[in-house]
């Protein structure tokens, strides 16, 4: 059973650019979440996709998209990077939408924008 | 909106103390989560607690669940220096939307 891996590690991106962070999650599991952490703050939600559709969403912007694929791997869009976008971003994935299953958290991808 | 909150932010106690975090959160919810999180690192859930009067331990940690008072709390016993680390709780919430909170934190730092 293969745990849930991010893609890229590490990013370097200028303001104004559009990113794209990818997740997979792990095996038999079909809920992904998506959040943003920023150093020394606590995990902010920025939505969560079940069976490829969108299932609640934190306070965050529409620049801030995602897609949740077949397979259920899903990806995390974030267009016109603004500097308050770096941060550690972390998918995790869980079995059930809202449903208080344990959720399994990714290594996830720290941005920066400069 | 929905706000979860943790006391203390910072805890710094000596091996082989007791203590306790607390976890408020500000709506009505029957689920709270707790989660470590190691400098650098991923988080790992610890805990899900799904009922009033809910309580779960594992080895030096027991995390309990009052919904009445919308309050969790997470106990060390005997701190040893591995459980140094942030934990953090977390509450869902299904009002309007789907939302999942987590609270500030709480920074544990165990000396020796």
């Known amino acids: 059973e293969t745990g849930v891996t991010q893609s890229p590690t590490h990013l370097i991106k200028t303001r104004g650019q559009q990113v794209t962070l990818r997740c997979s999650s792990q095996s038999g599991h079909n809920t992904v979440s998506w959040y943003q952490q920023a150093l020394g703050q606590g995990p902010q939600f920025i939505f969560q996709?079940?069976?490829?559709?969108?299932?609640g969403r934190g306070n965050f912007p529409p620049r801030f998209s995602g897609l949740q694929f077949p397979n259920y791997s899903s990806e995390l869009n974030v267009n016109a990077l603004e500097l308050d976008d770096s941060a550690l971003y972390l998918c995790a994935s869980s079995w059930g939408a809202s449903t208080a299953e344990t959720q399994y958290f990714g290594p996830g991808t720290r941005l920066l924008v400069l | 909106e929905l706000k979860v909150e943790q006391n203390p932010l910072f805890l710094s106690m000596q091996e082989g103390k007791n203590y306790t975090i607390y976890c408020n959160y500000s709506?009505?919810?029957?689920?709270l989560y707790w989660y470590r999180q190691d400098p650098g690192k991923s988080l790992e859930s610890l805990f899900v607690l799904l009922s009033n009067g809910a309580v779960k331990q594992e080895g030096r940690l027991m995390a309990s669940l009052d919904t009445k008072a919308r309050l969790s709390t997470l106990h060390i016993t005997a701190a040893v220096h591995d459980l140094s680390a942030t934990y953090f709780c977390?509450?869902?919430?299904?009002?309007?939307?789907?939302?999942?909170?987590f609270g500030t934190g709480t920074r544990l730092k165990v000396l020796a």
């Open positions: 709506t009505t919810s029957d689920r």
């Open positions: 996709y079940y069976r490829e559709e969108e299932n």
């Open positions: 977390a509450v869902d919430s299904f009002s309007g939307t789907y939302k999942y909170i």
